[in-house]
């Protein structure tokens, strides 16, 4: 399963790549870490797109990502918590009046908990999922598209609190 989720990243990337002038794809593995570490992408002017790929899995501690534009303004991201760290997962967008939080709340019959969230407003455009089973792997992916976005800088933060787990992000821009 957790293959299956990096899979669709490296799908989704291969599909991006040949719209995208920049791209940026990065892979992180954690071995119980406690640590920040910024992924900048430079965006030129007139981009009309500039989208952002998250993928995480974690056994067991806080996964956070944290997009930011130009301006140091949150632009969005999601957090991860293991089931030992009363498993949650929550997903934020600015730029418009989404935001959404929740916690893994909806059972199947494989002890495991799931939900997903999707919205669109003022140009950007958001889907997130997170799952969670009773062994205290959770995993979590979002995806958000920015039409027109600020040129200059923009980071990902990625922060981790005692994680056992990884990530794989992917952000492109296309003109």
Do not use: R
């Not at 570490?37 to 965006?43: A, G, Q, R, S, Y």
């Not at 930011?68 to 498993?87: A, H, M, V, W």
């Not at 893994?104 to 494989?110: F, G, H, L, P, V």
Request: positive net charge; without cysteine.
């Amino acid at each position: 399963m957790k293959n299956v989720l990096f899979l669709f990243l490296v799908f989704f990337s291969s599909s991006i790549v040949g719209q995208s002038n920049s791209e940026v794809a990065k892979q992180f593995k954690f071995d119980n870490e406690t640590a920040e570490e910024e992924v900048t992408i430079v965006v030129e002017p007139n981009t009309k797109f500039l989208s952002f790929q998250f993928q995480g899995q974690i056994e067991s501690g806080e996964l956070k990502i944290t997009i930011k534009d130009p301006k140091n303004k949150k632009e969005g991201g999601f957090q991860l918590k293991s089931k030992s760290s009363k498993t949650t997962s929550s997903m934020s967008s600015s730029g418009g009046t989404s935001s959404s939080s929740s916690s893994t709340n909806s059972s199947t019959s494989s002890n495991s908990n799931s939900n997903s969230n999707s919205n669109s407003s003022d140009g950007h455009t958001y889907s997130f999922s997170s799952t969670s089973s009773d062994n205290g792997k959770t995993s979590g992916s979002m995806n958000k598209q920015i039409e027109n976005p600020l040129a200059g800088e923009w980071k990902v933060v990625i922060q981790t609190l005692k994680v056992n787990g990884k990530a794989a992000l992917i952000i492109g821009q296309s003109k």
